[in-house]
């Protein structure tokens, strides 16, 4: 079932979205947490860190396993997921470092590294609570529209869609990594809740397919209805098309 919480702007949507994370956190303090980088987490991570700092969030038995990971940036690139999450979340709480997981982009054995992650995944008995953004062609991790839904962690090739949308964040366009790792929609769907996070109006027509269009892997996030316990919180803006 997908439930969809509607918000009034982007900080009320991060104070809802974290409030359901620390929620699981406290309920379950060894939660196998699935994160997510791009910019819209920013804000409930900023959250989660405030809970932490006033006493409310311990996250000393936590683990986490991230989406995704660009393919060749080392990981102190600083447009590295890895860096991401440390600067955004990891280094602001007590979560032990070596919990914390994401595909090691710097290996550029392709098959090694998405095998190791599939087992890695399996390994911490699976996902708890994976939290997801969505781009605006409708992926989810960078599972692109495609032709088949990938079941397991995968090399991609990024579309001209998503590079444009995340050359924002390089010096310019030739510089965004032409291929990144991910877990697959197999792996996502085997988590036990889903949260997904929505914000601003260039979302609002992809929310709309994800939410009334048909489920297939050309909107990757459209396979999300079929998963049991999902919730989307999104901005009034994002859900202005629904
Ligand atoms: C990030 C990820 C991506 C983003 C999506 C939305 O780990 O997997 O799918 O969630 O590209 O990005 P933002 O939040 O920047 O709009």
Do not use: W
Request: glycine share 8%; hydrophobic share 40%; proline share 4%.
């Amino acid at each position: 079932m997908l439930k969809v919480i509607r918000t009034k702007n982007y900080d009320d949507m991060s104070r809802k979205a974290a409030n359901i994370i620390a929620a699981q956190v406290i309920l379950k303090s060894d939660s196998v947490l699935g994160l997510a980088t791009g910019s819209t987490p920013v804000g409930l991570y900023r959250e989660l860190i405030r809970g932490y700092e006033n006493g409310d969030l311990d996250f000393s038995h936590v683990r986490t396993v991230n989406l995704d990971e660009y393919q060749g940036l080392p990981r102190e690139h600083d447009q590295s997921y890895y860096y991401f999450m440390n600067e955004n979340l990891f280094k602001h709480i007590n979560i032990n470092l070596d919990q914390t997981h994401l595909p090691d982009g710097t290996n550029m054995d392709a098959e090694g590294e998405c095998g190791r992650y599939h087992e890695l995944i399996e390994s911490m008995g699976g996902i708890d609570l994976q939290l997801l953004g969505i781009g605006n062609n409708g992926h989810i991790g960078f599972n692109e529209p495609a032709d088949a839904f990938a079941d397991h962690t995968h090399c991609i090739r990024l579309t001209e869609s998503t590079i444009k949308a995340n050359a924002r964040f390089f010096a310019s366009e030739a510089d965004v990594p032409r291929y990144a790792y991910t877990m697959g929609i197999g792996e996502i769907m085997t988590a036990k809740k889903i949260l997904i996070v929505a914000s601003g109006k260039a979302k609002a027509p992809i929310i709309r397919e994800m939410l009334n269009g048909p489920v297939t892997p050309q909107v990757p996030a459209s396979v999300l209805r079929f998963h049991k316990d999902v919730v989307l919180v999104a901005d009034e803006e994002a859900l202005s098309l629904v």
